[in-house]
């Protein structure tokens, strides 16, 4: 069984967690905010366009992340990235925008990402 996904949201890398000492001096760990909120966004796209059960036993897994090109390039580059002659090669990295969409589809698509 295949499945096909095309999800309109700009993608967020996913960020380390954070951590802080209250008062007390009692630890406590965070996931930013700007992770949190693409993850729900994802995670309810999912809910909205797959309304199938968690898909059980191994998986593959094939994500391509369009970006955008950033505005402080120059005619040149911004050209080149156009005709394809150059690509994407600076943040955020690829393994972190992977974690944040397969972080948010677990539960959705599959029952854990370590299938």
């Known amino acids: 069984m295949a499945l096909t996904f095309k999800i309109p949201i700009t993608a967020v890398p996913k960020s380390r967690p954070r951590t802080f000492t209250t008062s007390r001096g009692i630890s406590r760990t965070y996931t930013p905010l700007k992770t949190k ?3 729900s966004k994802i995670q309810m796209w999912l809910k909205i366009n797959y309304q199938g059960k968690p898909i059980g036993g191994p998986l593959s897994l094939d994500l391509t992340f ?4 950033p505005k402080s390039y120059s005619k040149k ?13 600076i943040k955020p990295d690829l393994d972190n925008l ?4 397969m972080d948010a589809a677990e539960g959705v698509l599959y029952a854990n990402d370590s299938q």
């Open 37 to 39: 909120n693409f993850e």
């Open 66 to 69: 369009f970006m955008l090109i």
């Open 77 to 89: 580059k911004r050209s080149e990235c156009l005709s394809g002659n150059a690509l994407h090669s």
């Open 98 to 101: 992977e974690k944040s969409v």
